[in-house]
């Protein structure tokens, strides 16, 4: 079959010039498949695990459909609508527009919790062209009559089942009663559980269904090994495999919050550089935090789940599940922030015994076995004490309970 090019699948020559600015030259299959689709004016469903090029599925064809329908948004209102889960993502999104669309001159904004509403409030006092918006945000502003949706002709929910973990599907309807009626609907998911096949069916019309892999499926050119090792054993051996120079640009992932200071505090006193990303973080902080990632000025992220699919950084070397995640889908999340861009990547996780039923559910998903290293590191990686191991038990058992709902 002949490999298809951006030029291909009728985009026009503004966006083809910020592609090429970008070295991006052939589309990924969600991409090549749902473009000419959107372009066409269907209501799209896609399906697709993380790190397929989702994003620039939906915003080419969008950013194309908005300058062939040129016009000066009102004021406060929206001519497309982007709904993201969480803040990362939605920052994201809304760069990748920037990106796309420099040629175009339109108005961007994106509102978000976590920080100070007004400067949110100022930029829509004129109207944009394109919205990303996180659920709860949103619904705040239109209350407040501060954004007005009665103008929005294409609507994008992205990430639908996180929006369902994450407790915003009812949001989500609400913003979605409040639409006209006549215009253009995408949702994309990387699965598609019940909740989230309902929610299509009330917002999409005759859509077509753009089902690109299979939702357990891995990433293939992902490395993926275990440790089995004892809890109180771990931040030792993270420490005693960070060591090692290949480990370039690293997300160790926890399941808490908590767990996330923890971890982050640890490595600091072992000498190493890391940030943490998590849902108690101001918005400030994370975005801080996310940009000397993205840079190279910190090597380490130490994350919680809702990270998981709001980065989007080149090169990230290695994914250290630290703990294993008590949702098995969220292992695909995490593990697809690296071996992105058709690069390889490395995942390793640490098994403690009382995770090895997490363990069997995720190999139940992705349909294999994770390849066993054992309680030993690979050469040159030797296990470190933990130096701070002297404080009472208590304080390394709290903030077991999942605490990343609704940190969006």
């Known amino acids: 079959m002949t490999e298809s090019s951006f030029s291909t699948l009728g985009l026009a020559e503004p966006l083809l010039r910020a592609l090429a600015s970008e070295n991006y030259t052939v589309p990924t299959p969600i991409q090549a498949r749902t473009v000419p689709l959107i372009l066409a004016g269907k209501d799209v469903l896609g399906i697709a695990q993380t790190g397929t090029g989702k994003t620039a599925a939906f915003a080419l064809p969008l950013l194309q459909k908005l300058a062939e329908n040129r016009k000066q948004p009102a004021p406060q209102s929206v001519r497309a609508l982007i709904l993201a889960p969480t803040r990362e993502l939605a920052i994201q999104i809304h760069q990748s527009l920037k990106t796309y669309g420099k040629h175009y001159g339109f108005k961007f904004a994106v509102v978000l919790g976590g920080v100070s509403q007004h400067s949110q409030a100022a930029a829509m006092r004129g109207g944009v062209d394109v919205l990303v918006a996180t659920p709860g945000r949103l619904l705040d502003l239109c209350q407040q009559k501060l954004i007005r949706l009665d103008a929005v002709s294409v609507l994008v929910v992205d990430e639908a089942d996180r ?28 699965t598609m559980p019940e909740d989230v096949a309902r929610l299509a069916h009330e917002i999409l019309k005759e859509p077509v269904r753009v089902d690109i892999s299979p939702p357990t499926r891995t990433a293939d050119r992902i490395e993926q090994k275990v440790y089995h090792v004892a809890a109180q054993e771990k931040r030792g051996l993270l420490a005693g495999l960070l060591r090692d120079p290949a480990m370039r640009r690293v997300i160790v992932f926890t399941r808490t919050k908590h767990g996330a200071n923890k971890v982050q505090e640890h490595l600091e006193r072992n000498g190493f550089v890391a940030e943490a990303i998590h849902g108690n973080k101001s918005q400030n902080a994370r975005v801080r935090a996310m940009e000397k990632f993205r840079s190279g000025d910190v090597r380490i992220l130490v994350a919680t789940d809702i990270a998981a699919r709001g980065i989007d950084v080149d090169g990230i070397s290695h994914v250290v599940n630290f703990e294993l995640p008590n949702e098995p889908e969220s292992y695909i999340h995490r593990i697809g922030r690296t071996a992105r861009a058709g690069a390889e990547g490395i995942a390793i996780s640490f098994c403690a015994p009382e995770e090895r039923a997490f363990l069997r559910d995720i190999e139940k998903l992705v349909k294999r076995q994770l390849a066993v290293i054992g309680a030993e590191p690979p050469p040159g990686a030797k296990v470190e004490p933990i130096r701070d191991y002297a404080r009472p038990k208590r304080n390394f058992h709290r903030g077991r309970r999942n605490g990343n709902r609704r940190a969006a």
Request: no cysteine; glycine share 8%; proline share 4%.
């Open 163 to 190: 929006m369902l973990d994450m407790g915003f599907i009812r949001d989500v309807r609400r913003i979605v009663g409040a639409l006209p009626r006549a215009r253009q609907s995408l949702l994309f998911s990387a």
